[in-house]
């Protein structure tokens, strides 16, 4: 039995989610997985590509598509991928939901669990795919598609595993009425509310795909994964080794389908209009979020844009701070949904160990700082890695003429191994209080706004409100004072915003870690779920209670 | 400490809550709070009528409104309650809610279950208010509004109680880096939502608002209890014993607010739409309900209207079954959201251990023993209770004209010992499969309907269907066959209603008890909420994790 096999990962991951210490199943360096790992990845990764994806197990397909560049070296993947008619995925999904709904939660797990390692088998695959679809680093796209993403699948199975087991499923229950009883027999059933659809995005196309995944196949439900059209390819890997695995072991593989579209015909509002569909898992734009938000009848997890500020108050080491921001900003040229955007610096300056610095030096520093980073010949390339899109790009580099003062320039870098990559410094603005038109909004990539505040209890207030109004996911603080952080605290959680306090070093604000960080709290408006609290498991399925007389 | 002094009673209730065999903190019996009790009640019930409610410890009332007539005695209770600003009450609830956010939970756990031993002290007077505004009878009054209110009460400040330390509050997170490392230290904090507003009805003004009441207060949430205008004094005394204890033991007494309207200036509308309310909790019509469910930026649960039904196949003793059927469709003449409204009986009869009873001559004997019931001397009135309202008195007697045949009329019943009550036997109509106009709708009050079947499988389609449409808090189902059972349970659940099987005896459909029960499961139109589940709870509040560096 699968569920025997796998057991103490399972248990693992269950006492890891609730202690919250440090867990993960799935070491994060990529040496762990032998010498010869990389390059094999390589080799295979370039034997997908210019071909039809024929690694799924599903059938029917009424035609193929595939429109993935590579930000590196801007050529054409040339994968296609099956298209199905949205009729025909539901009905396959709710065909395969109905034996599913009936297996025991442990042994779901245990299956599962199965396909997390089977999908190990192709991380560096994936992390090839990634790399050619998201424009992240190499490293980046190894850790957050491959044993990140596990890990976190493997957080959702074990809080399903935890929670749907919560209640006995049989019981007598037996009511005293004086020197007599009643006797009930009672069950109790999580029954599922599915199918379900995870609509991924083009940036974190498997990390922000599998927790919504194996959230809905541990609570039963079939799901169909949309991902964007411009990244299908490291979650087509993915969901192939899932189907090959369920398939392996006597599971329907239509499970798990691959549910591709091509700009031409989005299908990502067909399909979650479906009156069938029930669940929707979705990472994008606040636009579409907000409309799926509202659909009736639908059970919605969502993460959309949101403005992540850092408040600078005061430090011991200014040069170790700025040089965590340099890096917090230029990673992944601020694509990622956890990157600081707003920096709220007083007029006054900075206090440090050795004086006050004043604040126009802070900003100079940050600057130095960023241009030292991004011009490194060894870190440069691999901290910035490539933009996804055009659009993302001229953004960026237009982001000069948006107003304030222009402190950096998002000019072209080179990257040396792949002269064509889609590659600029972070454009870097000093605005001022007055300026919200310019901060209030998420500018995805690598821009950065330093605001000038008259004072901390300013900043606060700025950071409160922008979170409040246009969602946060992550807030940064630097302070010594300890009133000042217990202030900065209260207030950003008053709004659902974690405060990452003080980060030096080999640590980021723009990391989660799974077992232990919720992603994104739900609170605010920056997305109403988390990866992985009990309502991104509890919502998916009912507790419904049968009772019968017993003789 | 109240922790300390309750913990014994708090830690049964975790216990109970995960073990879902029979638990009851607070006997169901009048007899287990003494002799004299029952007489006391009488007097302080007496002693409040034809006043001002001046128990509140509410301040700043901008007039007086009382508007209850008694459904026993047609008479107009004449009391009134103070009637606030609508902003007035949020600016308390936020003031109130403030510090309360800092109350560790396990002490919140403590002083709301001393607030339950206050609330005990009022049980009669409590049920004498709730007979003479919901026209329950005097045993339902007591045990709905009392005992039973009070141990889903605990319910969920016991559920609170578990999923708020579900995480520690604070711990190191260590993370190894090759031969050194990364210590972070983290807290985890479940930031309230709140301020939280619960509706209330006239039929269950207690038993349907103190869950919210509490999961609110547990998660620490302030909360605003807006009574039904026709049924206000129960709450009002469980209000103000919330009230007298919060502040005896140095607490804001506006952390539970009452706020009384009147049919001439409803305020519920207000009230819910107010910026500050974020939490909704609500008991009432399906319209009403619907509304609120879409407003945005809210956490809204509901308990609107269903359609429950009780599917016939075969049984072993009919006149037990039928016994136990009119009972339950008698009980508080109907006004019971678990009621069953909608019998389905296939049209060759049912199976019994005495051979095959035809249709015609169920539905004889299940008139026969509703006519027996409802005017028994000793049974009749103190099963049918009274009618709360005139509209519904008038549906239930204009039911005859909706179409069908009709089996029995709703002819005035009389009480003898109140002369003026307003009852009426219940209303029993034959009609057909096809006649889904008439058994569509929730017919609240003393109105069932038999519908003719062609088989059981005929009979789960429609009730299956009703549920899913319309919405089911239960179903009763009665069958000898094994796999008759199975099909039943599997389709209904299917649509997230619960079936009771075979109940004959003291055990009715009617009834679902605290810690082992759900109520609504909260799938099916029938309502979005369910007492108590997690999502009851996690929903409230928001888990926020900050970090910092650990040097």
Chains 1, 2 share one sequence.
């Not at 409309?291 to 639908?298: F, I, N, R, T």
């Not at 300013?458 to 996911?473: D, E, N, R, T, V």
Request: charged share 20%.
């Amino acid at each position: 039995m699968l569920v025997n096999k796998h057991q103490n990962i399972i248990d693992n991951a269950v006492k890891a989610n609730h202690e919250r210490t440090f867990y993960s199943q799935y070491p994060e360096h990529p040496k762990a997985y032998g010498e010869e790992a990389h390059a094999k990845g390589v080799q295979s990764y370039q034997q997908l590509l210019g071909k039809p994806f024929k690694q799924l197990l599903q059938t029917g397909e009424t035609g193929w598509s595939g429109e993935e560049v590579s930000p590196y070296t801007r050529e054409v993947l040339g994968v296609t991928y099956p298209v199905f008619a949205i009729g025909d995925l539901l009905k396959k999904a709710t065909e395969a939901g109905k034996s599913w709904a009936k297996v025991p939660v442990a042994e779901r797990a245990g299956i599962l669990t199965e396909t997390l390692e089977r999908i190990k088998d192709y991380f560096f695959d994936i992390a090839n795919a990634t790399m050619h679809t998201t424009g992240q680093s190499f490293m980046m796209s190894f850790q957050a598609s491959g044993p990140h993403a596990n890990d976190r699948a493997l957080e959702a199975v074990a809080t399903g595993y935890h929670e749907l087991q919560r209640y006995p499923p049989t019981l007598t229950w037996e009511k005293p009425m004086g020197k007599t009883s009643i006797k009930l027999y009672k069950t109790f059933k999580p029954i599922p509310k599915g199918p379900g659809v995870v609509i991924g995005c083009s940036t974190f196309p498997v990390w922000n795909t599998l927790p919504g995944v194996y959230a809905d196949l541990i609570t039963g439900n079939p799901v169909i994964v949309k991902p964007h059209p411009k990244a299908v390819l490291p979650i087509a890997i993915a969901v192939s080794a899932i189907q090959q695995s369920l398939q392996d072991n006597g599971y329907d593989p239509n499970l798990c389908q691959l549910a591709a579209d091509s700009s031409d015909h989005l299908i990502a509002k067909e399909l979650c209009g479906h009156p069938d569909v029930k669940l929707i898992d979705y990472t994008g734009g606040s636009a579409f979020g907000n409309y799926v938000e509202s659909l009736p009848g639908k059970t919605v997890f969502t993460e959309k844009a949101g403005v992540n500020s850092v408040i600078l108050d005061s430090v011991t080491d200014l040069d170790a701070v700025i040089q965590n921001l340099a890096f917090s900003v230029s990673l992944y040229s601020g694509q990622m949904c956890t990157a600081p955007q707003n920096f709220f610096i007083p007029e006054q300056g900075i206090k440090t160990a050795n004086g006050q610095v004043p604040f126009n030096d802070v900003v100079q520093k940050f600057k130095e700082a960023v241009v030292g980073l991004v011009n490194h010949p060894k870190m440069g390339a691999g901290t910035l890695g490539a933009i996804q899109n055009d659009s993302t790009l001229t953004r960026a580099q237009e982001a000069r003429h948006l107003g304030g003062k222009v402190i950096l320039e998002g000019t072209p870098v080179v990257n040396e191994e792949f002269s064509n990559a889609r590659v600029c410094a972070p454009t870097i603005l000093e605005v001022t209080s007055a300026d919200t038109a310019i901060y209030e909004k998420e500018l995805f990539g690598p821009v950065i706004l330093i605001i000038k505040t008259r004072d901390t209890a300013h900043s606060i207030q700025l950071a409160k409100q922008m979170a409040s109004k246009y969602g946060a996911i992550t807030c940064g603080a630097y302070t010594t004072d300890p009133s000042a952080k217990e202030k900065i605290a209260e207030e950003m959680n008053s709004v659902f915003t974690p405060v990452s306090f003080n980060l030096t070093g080999f640590i980021w604000v723009n990391q989660h870690a799974a077992f232990s960080d919720f992603h994104v709290t739900g609170g605010n408006p920056a997305g109403n779920a988390s990866f992985t609290n009990q309502e991104f498991i509890v919502k998916r399925f009912v507790w419904v209670g049968n009772r019968e007389l017993a003789e």
